[in-house]
């Protein structure tokens, strides 16, 4: 029994409800049934469990129970409340019942007898509103046989159709008006009264308006163009008025045409088809300017649409004669076969025999010899005749664009009143679909694509047949560079291609047909990429490589020799120049000779045309930058290997001939440390004679650099010159690295003043002129010179890393090396 006590203080000890939480939980299983339990132990858990359900219950009552008092008086407030509304209750009622009731019925009635009304009013307005448009209608048929009658004043009768053509189709053909209108003079329903007069008015006008075409009556013409809108005959009018203006076309068309016999042959010149196209396109260009205001007053907005489609109907065809009869008269087809079966034999036999993969030493053969005998020029294709046929076929094309540009613009709908937007200029289909833009580029675009390709090429080829030297171009520093030519020196071939790589892409251009100008981009960058690049490689290959004549170790090449690579270099540089500077002027709003020229964005007005030619224009000046600077820099590595590395050695060895750096005599002191009569540039300040001892590497060595370097930079162009430096530079930096190096263990401090002297003055020299760029490949060389001559107090900074302000070339270890060099220094 003690066992169950304790067991039931223990459950009373750590089972007996939360005080926070018995508030807030339920036991949510209920107690166990009493009568189940078979233990003191299970009664006293369910006797817990009971107590503590109690508790909570107890508490939540209690809860209630507290809010008693205000709910009863919530309950009691709305209780008086009920009561007031109640009486209000009562009093709306009887208020309804005695007032308003009778007021609600009067109003009902009213509004009933308003709506009625209008309803009958609006009938009455619509019987009117139809009565008067019987009136009318009658009036006009009346009005309309009227004037056809005696009186034949067909004006007024087109416009009593026009009134006529007001009143709804439904009131004409109504009962109504049947029963109403006729008469005994007009007894027909008015809607066949009303066709009939205007299909006669029609035949009648049709009639008329012929006539006074073929008498040349423009004011009659006039008079009865504008009243076939009167009567609903718009579509005839815009016809008859279209093959009208047509019939003046092709007389005018034919008449010049006519002339063409007439000039012993040679017709209107060599542009006589061109001036012929020019006067058709300006002529319908006229009649849709002039008479475009005349068919949009009476016709309507857009109708000049239709007038413009008969035009190009006519447009096609004489067009067509006019680019047929070009075709047969010029030989077209004949010259356009010669073009694509030349052979070009002066490039491929060029080409062929002395290609290399690279510019090498290679002996020249089978190639034709400068000044020699020349292939015949044209080789059965004359030139010139193709030149003056791709002048006319331009011009051709050029009026084709304009004539295109001018009738889109007639051709876009009127933008919406309150829109600010531009809308883009298309091709209208009236020109997509005529059967003039199909020949034009059949006929007219292909051959010109065809022959600028062949005339592009022809003209390289040829301007390499009759390339020409600068005259009188030396190395000589005894002579001037030339008595003839002025800077740049380039041989005639750049000046030629060149100028004609301008004309073709300037005549393209201004044909504004987007496709066109690209393919002839694309051509233009493909020859100079190809035979330009190609000729001026080969040349470097073959006849200019600068190589000595005899095998002999140390022989240089000979000067000639190396005039003519530096002038093909030259070639290269100015030629790319020059194409960038064409390309600028067509990109820019002016031509490349300064002369005022037009935007893109004016010859290629359609869609993203013009971007289109821009990129192309730039991609062609980006590719022939980046060929001839490749080129040019292979030309400037092998023009050093050849020509300057040779001699850079013996020059640094001359220079230094005979100096030693270990100096300890105080006179020597004296002239070691005295460095202010030296010019960063390498020149003299005027120190005096007293200065030439104590330089005398610095003025060996500029003797020397300017017998090697000067000679190339009179004829090499700045550019080119500046990159030969930067080779040199490279190059001879590490020679002289090396020979400081050299000095090591050989060297006081006294003879690393003289030293680090010395080696400023080569510096100077191989930088002066402003060339402050190269000093950059001498910062190692400098460097050593500035460790050695370092104070005691400076070393310890110096080789503890880069925290010394200095953007060293050297690495800790080399600096280290250099300061031992001194004898007596570690």
Same mark, same amino acid.
């Given at each position: 029994?003690?066992?169950?006590?304790?067991?039931?203080?223990?459950?009373?000890?750590?089972?007996?409800?939360?005080?926070?939480?018995?508030?807030?939980?339920?036991?949510?299983?209920?107690?166990?049934?009493?009568?189940?339990?078979?233990?003191?132990?299970?009664?006293?858990?369910?006797?817990?469990?009971?107590?503590?359900?109690?508790?909570?219950?107890?508490?939540?009552?209690?809860?209630?129970?507290?809010?008693?008092?205000?709910?009863?008086?919530?309950?009691?407030?709305?209780?008086?409340?009920?009561?007031?509304?109640?009486?209000?209750?009562?009093?709306?009622?009887?208020?309804?019942?005695?007032?308003?009731?009778?007021?609600?019925?009067?109003?009902?009635?009213?509004?009933?007898?308003?709506?009625?009304?209008?309803?009958?009013?609006?009938?009455?307005?619509?019987?009117?509103?139809?009565?008067?448009?019987?009136?009318?209608?009658?009036?006009?048929?009346?009005?309309?046989?009227?004037?056809?009658?005696?009186?034949?004043?067909?004006?007024?009768?087109?416009?009593?159709?026009?009134?006529?053509?007001?009143?709804?189709?439904?009131?004409?053909?109504?009962?109504?008006?049947?029963?109403?209108?006729?008469?005994?003079?007009?007894?027909?329903?008015?809607?066949?009264?009303?066709?009939?007069?205007?299909?006669?008015?029609?035949?009648?006008?049709?009639?008329?308006?012929?006539?006074?075409?073929?008498?040349?009556?423009?004011?009659?013409?006039?008079?009865?163009?504008?009243?076939?809108?009167?009567?609903?005959?718009?579509?005839?009018?815009?016809?008859?008025?279209?093959?009208?203006?047509?019939?003046?076309?092709?007389?005018?068309?034919?008449?010049?045409?006519?002339?063409?016999?007439?000039?012993?042959?040679?017709?209107?010149?060599?542009?006589?088809?061109?001036?012929?196209?020019?006067?058709?396109?300006?002529?319908?260009?006229?009649?849709?300017?002039?008479?475009?205001?005349?068919?949009?007053?009476?016709?309507?907005?857009?109708?000049?649409?239709?007038?413009?489609?008969?035009?190009?109907?006519?447009?096609?065809?004489?067009?067509?004669?006019?680019?047929?009869?070009?075709?047969?008269?010029?030989?077209?087809?004949?010259?356009?076969?010669?073009?694509?079966?030349?052979?070009?034999?002066?490039?491929?036999?060029?080409?062929?025999?002395?290609?290399?993969?690279?510019?090498?030493?290679?002996?020249?053969?089978?190639?034709?010899?400068?000044?020699?005998?020349?292939?015949?020029?044209?080789?059965?294709?004359?030139?010139?005749?193709?030149?003056?046929?791709?002048?006319?076929?331009?011009?051709?094309?050029?009026?084709?664009?304009?004539?295109?540009?001018?009738?889109?613009?007639?051709?876009?709908?009127?933008?919406?009143?309150?829109?600010?937007?531009?809308?883009?200029?298309?091709?209208?289909?009236?020109?997509?679909?005529?059967?003039?833009?199909?020949?034009?580029?059949?006929?007219?675009?292909?051959?010109?694509?065809?022959?600028?390709?062949?005339?592009?090429?022809?003209?390289?080829?040829?301007?390499?047949?009759?390339?020409?030297?600068?005259?009188?171009?030396?190395?000589?520093?005894?002579?001037?560079?030339?008595?003839?030519?002025?800077?740049?020196?380039?041989?005639?071939?750049?000046?030629?291609?060149?100028?004609?790589?301008?004309?073709?892409?300037?005549?393209?251009?201004?044909?504004?047909?987007?496709?066109?100008?690209?393919?002839?981009?694309?051509?233009?960058?493909?020859?100079?990429?190809?035979?330009?690049?190609?000729?001026?490689?080969?040349?470097?290959?073959?006849?200019?490589?600068?190589?000595?004549?005899?095998?002999?170790?140390?022989?240089?090449?000979?000067?000639?020799?190396?005039?003519?690579?530096?002038?093909?270099?030259?070639?290269?540089?100015?030629?790319?120049?020059?194409?960038?500077?064409?390309?600028?002027?067509?990109?820019?709003?002016?031509?490349?000779?300064?002369?005022?020229?037009?935007?893109?964005?004016?010859?290629?007005?359609?869609?993203?045309?013009?971007?289109?030619?821009?990129?192309?224009?730039?991609?062609?000046?980006?590719?022939?930058?980046?060929?001839?600077?490749?080129?040019?820099?292979?030309?400037?590595?092998?023009?050093?290997?050849?020509?300057?590395?040779?001699?850079?050695?013996?020059?640094?060895?001359?220079?230094?001939?005979? @100096?030693?750096?270990?100096?300890?005599?105080?006179? +020597? !002191?004296?002239?070691?440390?005295?460095?202010? &009569?030296? =010019?960063? *540039? /390498?020149?003299?300040?005027?120190?005096?004679?007293?200065?030439?001892?104590?330089?005398?590497?610095?003025?060996?060595?500029?003797?020397?650099?300017?017998?090697?370097?000067?000679?190339?930079?009179?004829?090499?162009?700045?550019?080119?010159?500046?990159?030969?430096?930067?080779?040199?530079?490279?190059?001879?930096?590490?020679?002289?690295?090396?020979?400081?190096?050299?000095?090591?263990?050989?060297?006081?401090?006294?003879?690393?003043?003289?030293?680090?002297?010395?080696?400023?003055?080569?510096?100077?020299?191989?930088?002066?002129?402003?060339?402050?760029?190269?000093?950059?490949?001498?910062?190692?060389? @400098?460097?050593?010179?500035?460790?050695?001559?370092? +104070? !005691?107090?400076?070393?310890?900074?110096?080789? &503890?890393? =880069?925290? *010394? /302000?200095?953007?060293?070339?050297?690495?800790?270890?080399?600096?280290?090396?250099?300061?031992?060099?001194?004898?007596?220094?570690?």
């Amino acid at each position: 029994m003690s066992t169950t006590n304790d067991h039931h203080h223990y459950y009373h000890h750590n089972h007996q409800p939360h005080p926070e939480d018995e508030d807030e939980h339920v036991p949510t299983a209920p107690p166990p049934d009493v009568n189940s339990c078979t233990t003191i132990a299970d009664l006293h858990i369910a006797l817990s469990l009971l107590n503590a359900q109690e508790t909570v219950v107890t508490k939540r009552l209690d809860a209630l129970l507290s809010t008693q008092q205000e709910l009863t008086h919530s309950l009691t407030r709305l209780d008086i409340i009920r009561a007031h509304l109640g009486t209000q209750v009562v009093a709306a009622r009887s208020l309804s019942n005695s007032m308003l009731s009778g007021a609600a019925t009067t109003a009902s009635r009213v509004s009933g007898a308003v709506k009625r009304l209008d309803v009958e009013q609006s009938r009455v307005k619509a019987t009117l509103e139809v009565v008067e448009q019987v009136a009318e209608l009658k009036a006009c048929v009346l009005g309309v046989t009227g004037s056809m009658g005696a009186p034949q004043d067909w004006e007024t009768a087109a416009r009593y159709l026009s009134r006529s053509s007001k009143v709804p189709p439904e009131i004409i053909k109504g009962s109504f008006a049947e029963e109403i209108v006729p008469t005994a003079e007009v007894p027909d329903p008015p809607a066949i009264t009303l066709e009939n007069a205007a299909a006669s008015l029609c035949g009648l006008f049709l009639r008329e308006f012929e006539k006074a075409a073929a008498a040349g009556d423009g004011e009659k013409v006039t008079r009865f163009f504008k009243l076939f809108p009167l009567i609903g005959r718009t579509d005839v009018g815009l016809d008859v008025y279209g093959r009208y203006v047509c019939q003046g076309v092709a007389a005018r068309a034919r008449e010049a045409m006519a002339m063409k016999r007439g000039e012993g042959g040679g017709g209107l010149g060599d542009f006589f088809y061109a001036n012929a196209m020019t006067r058709l396109f300006e002529h319908i260009a006229s009649i849709v300017e002039q008479h475009g205001g005349l068919v949009e007053r009476h016709y309507g907005s857009g109708r000049m649409v239709r007038v413009v489609e008969r035009l190009q109907v006519e447009a096609d065809t004489q067009g067509g004669i006019i680019i047929d009869t070009f075709t047969d008269e010029r030989s077209v087809d004949r010259k356009l076969t010669d073009v694509k079966t030349y052979a070009f034999s002066f490039l491929v036999q060029s080409f062929l025999p002395q290609t290399r993969g690279a510019i090498t030493g290679a002996a020249r053969s089978a190639s034709p010899a400068p000044g020699g005998p020349r292939m015949s020029e044209d080789e059965g294709v004359d030139v010139k005749e193709i030149d003056m046929l791709l002048s006319e076929l331009g011009i051709m094309l050029g009026r084709w664009s304009l004539y295109c540009r001018f009738i889109a613009r007639k051709c876009l709908p009127d933008p919406a009143p309150d829109s600010e937007a531009t809308i883009p200029q298309t091709m209208p289909p009236v020109l997509l679909q005529s059967a003039l833009l199909a020949k034009v580029e059949t006929r007219l675009l292909a051959p010109f694509s065809a022959m600028t390709t062949f005339f592009i090429r022809r003209s390289v080829e040829k301007a390499f047949q009759l390339d020409e030297p600068p005259s009188d171009l030396t190395l000589s520093l005894l002579s001037p560079v030339s008595t003839l030519a002025n800077p740049p020196f380039i041989t005639s071939a750049v000046d030629d291609v060149m100028y004609i790589i301008k004309t073709h892409l300037q005549r393209s251009l201004h044909t504004s047909l987007r496709a066109l100008v690209t393919a002839v981009i694309s051509t233009v960058g493909r020859v100079l990429g190809s035979d330009f690049i190609g000729m001026t490689q080969r040349k470097m290959q073959v006849e200019s490589y600068p190589k000595a004549a005899s095998g002999a170790p140390g022989a240089l090449p000979p000067d000639e020799k190396v005039v003519s690579f530096l002038v093909l270099i030259n070639n290269l540089d100015v030629a790319s120049e020059y194409n960038s500077r064409i390309i600028n002027g067509f990109l820019g709003t002016t031509t490349s000779d300064g002369s005022g020229g037009v935007a893109l964005e004016e010859l290629f007005p359609f869609a993203d045309d013009a971007r289109v030619v821009r990129d192309a224009l730039k991609g062609m000046e980006a590719t022939f930058e980046s060929k001839a600077g490749e080129l040019i820099n292979d030309g400037i590595m092998v023009f050093f290997n050849q020509v300057i590395k040779p001699k850079l050695r013996p020059l640094l060895t001359d220079a230094f001939r005979d @100096v030693e750096y270990v100096v300890s005599d105080a006179g +020597e !002191e004296s002239k070691a440390g005295a460095t202010h &009569g030296y =010019d960063e *540039d /390498g020149d003299e300040d005027g120190a005096g004679a007293g200065m030439q001892d104590e330089e005398i590497v610095k003025h060996r060595f500029q003797s020397g650099w300017d017998a090697v370097m000067i000679p190339y930079k009179r004829v090499l162009t700045e550019k080119c010159f500046n990159k030969l430096l930067n080779t040199t530079a490279g190059y001879f930096t590490k020679l002289l690295e090396k020979r400081i190096w050299g000095y090591s263990g050989r060297i006081n401090e006294l003879g690393a003043i003289r030293l680090e002297r010395d080696v400023a003055g080569v510096v100077g020299v191989v930088v002066r002129g402003g060339m402050y760029g190269v000093r950059d490949a001498f910062a190692r060389c @400098v460097q050593i010179c500035l460790v050695v001559n370092m +104070e !005691e107090d400076e070393v310890s900074e110096m080789l &503890g890393g =880069d925290g *010394d /302000g200095v953007e060293w070339k050297l690495e800790v270890e080399e600096r280290r090396r250099a300061r031992g060099m001194v004898v007596g220094k570690a």
